[in-house]
């Protein structure tokens, strides 16, 4: 199977994994997790794989291992969260070994399941979709659904057609040049402890607001005319100006590239680019202002392709050299996603699990995603998801990071959610 420029170019652990994490009150015996794990990756055979490095054309080549050494059951420990942040902590080697493992920890009639993917192979969508497949094996209901049967991200250029390839390069130039207003933000990643004393695996500092909070900050954002990416996107700007002061703040955010590929099924792949909003660090002080002025400039992008941070750039434009080169791009596009780490808070907003999710039934109590922890990121890094009613922030860092770092932005990311919680419920004068 031959690998994607993405893929290629990014490869290693650069760039971390992602993690779901879900508890249901259901259990299965070593051999049904085992066997449901086994037709998963029949499903998705790029997780069968390992990723091989060659100069002309890298690819993905069957691993000759069983199934079960990718997965790690255990009994149900008694520190939980201290093994639940191991299994998100230990790395996986694509080019050892499969992109994924599925940890299982074992109760009395409950379980914890941990899945981790490498970003390289899978972003937010795409770690879910396995997680959503491997829920419909476990509980028996089969196939959720016909799975992609392309991963190539030249299905965007095909999808475009001819009439909409040209106007799509020109605005992804356009973003480009946008784009390099960043150096110019304020480095809002100054001042984070940095940890000096070798590789310590930094713990997921997750941030939950209940039902009735989650509610209210809808409720807000719907009021406004905004969506809850628009809101989140207001309370990230809000976590960077806290931080800065009296200067242009950045918020940078993911977004989901499937949406051009006219592909409904589901894409075990990274298809996710970078977006951004600017604002004055003192404009965020006024939420409803502000609002206005983020589902502005969200409402513009949301009809082009995005800039330089996004992977789709050099994935069109360079996706037909050889992967020797490829390897090189990569290097530089990782420093320029490094750089803008520096420039603003990044986040991701995964959007909804419950469909994911939705095999288990109502015997899944909760669910949620860690962030990718990527090597010498100068800030931490916060990931969004909803579940149950209730919306998740997960914040973490790699280990050039220390846990104080985390829990600041942690500590960030509650001021600037209840403070437009807060907003909502006063009377615009």
């Known amino acids: 199977m031959r690998a994607e420029f993405i893929e290629v170019g990014l490869l290693g652990t650069e760039l971390g994994q992602l993690a779901v994490v879900a508890d249901v009150r259901l259990s299965w015996t070593h051999a049904e ?10 499903v998705h055979p790029v997780l069968d794989c390992r990723f091989e490095r060659r100069f002309w054309r890298c690819r993905w080549v069957p691993v000759d291992a069983p199934a079960g050494a990718s997965v790690c059951i255990e009994t149900w420990p008694v520190d939980l969260d201290r093994r639940t942040q191991a299994a998100i902590a230990e790395e996986i080697a694509p080019e050892r070994e499969r992109p994924i493992r ?3 920890l074992r109760g009395e009639g409950r379980t914890r399941l941990i899945l981790n993917l490498p970003h390289l192979v899978a972003d937010g969508n795409g770690v879910l979709t396995v997680m959503q497949e491997l829920a419909a094996q476990l509980t028996g209901t089969g196939h959720v659904a016909p799975v992609g049967g392309s991963r190539s991200v030249w299905q965007i250029a095909r999808a475009l057609g001819p009439g909409q390839l040209i106007p799509a390069l020109r605005a992804m130039f356009g973003e480009m040049v946008r784009t390099l207003s960043v150096p110019f933000l304020a480095i809002w990643s100054a001042g984070f402890e940095r940890n000096r004393t070798g590789r310590t695996p930094l713990p997921v500092r997750r941030l939950l607001l209940n039902e009735s909070e989650t509610s209210r900050l809808h ?3 719907r009021g406004e005319g905004a969506t809850i990416n628009d ?21 940078f955010y993911t977004i989901n590239l499937r949406r051009f590929l006219g592909e ?7 298809l996710s680019g970078f977006d951004m909003v600017t604002l004055d660090a003192q404009q965020v002080g006024d939420p409803r202002a502000a609002l206005a002025r983020v589902c502005k400039v969200t409402g513009e992008q949301k009809s082009r392709l995005p800039g330089l941070g996004s992977n789709l750039v050099p994935l069109v434009l360079f996706g037909w050299i050889v992967d020797g080169l ?50 010498d990121f100068p800030a931490p890094i916060a990931l969004v998801t909803s579940f149950a009613g209730r919306l998740s922030v997960a914040v973490s860092g790699r280990d050039n990071l220390t846990a104080s770092a985390v829990e600041e932005v942690e500590r ?16 615009p004068v």
């Open 264 to 270: 409904p099924r589901p894409i075990v792949a990274n």
């Open 102 to 104: 599925l940890t299982v």
């Open 326 to 375: 490829a390897i090189g791009i990569g290097r530089i596009i990782k420093r320029l996603v490094r750089l803008q780490g520096h420039r603003g808070q990044v986040m991701t907003n995964v959007g909804v699990m419950d469909p994911y999710l939705a095999p288990f039934g109502d015997r899944c109590e909760d669910a949620w995603m860690t962030p990718p922890s990527v090597l």
């Open 33 to 42: 997790i085992e066997a449901a794990f086994g037709r998963l990756l029949g």
């Open 231 to 251: 809101g989140l996107v207001l309370a990230a700007l809000g976590v960077a100006a806290r931080r800065v002061g009296e200067k242009t703040v950045g918020a």
């Open 412 to 427: 960030l990311w509650r001021e600037s959610l209840e403070g437009l919680i807060q907003a909502g419920e006063r009377v």
């Open 219 to 221: 409720d807000f954002c």
